[in-house]
Nanobody, 124 residues
Framework: EVQLAESGGGLVQAGGSLRLSCAHSGFTFERYGVGWVRQAPGKEREGLSCISGRDGRTYYSDSAKGRFTISSDNAKNTVYLQMNSLKPEDTAVYYC?????????????????WGKGTLVTVSS
């Protein structure tokens, strides 16, 4: 059974940083990837980043590029999302996903598994 558990969300001031964690199990990470998606209040879900389990390649949407960094600790079965220079518009529930969104166009239709999400609130 695929399990994804996010943690690390919270309240932070604009300009601050947070590191989200996704503990994953139930699938062979090396054959697939893990992604991060967020959903802001009243908006559609938005793909942010993905890391390949095969070669460690990382992918970022325009929203995440330059401020967010995805990484993986395979020994701990955990994927991280380091978020810096946070803005109020980054306020959202952040989800860990398996497999990655289709990073060609950040299409989420192929994502089969979602965590429960962790709330990030950025105050101005």
């Amino acid at each position: 059974e695929v399990q994804l558990a996010e943690s690390g969300g919270g309240l932070v001031q604009a300009g601050g940083s947070l590191r989200l964690s996704c503990a994953h199990s139930g699938f062979t990470f090396e054959r697939y990837g893990v992604g991060w998606v967020r959903q802001a209040p009243g908006k559609e879900r938005e793909g942010l980043s993905c890391i390949s389990g095969r070669d460690g390649r990382t992918y970022y949407s325009d929203s995440a590029k330059g401020r967010f960094t995805i990484s993986s600790d395979n020994a701990k079965n955990t994927v991280y999302l380091q978020m810096n220079s946070l803005k109020p518009e980054d306020t959202a529930v952040y989800y860990c996903t398996f497999p990655c969104p289709d990073v060609g166009d950040w299409y989420l239709g192929g994502v089969a598994n979602w965590g429960k999400g962790t709330l990030v609130t950025v105050s101005s």
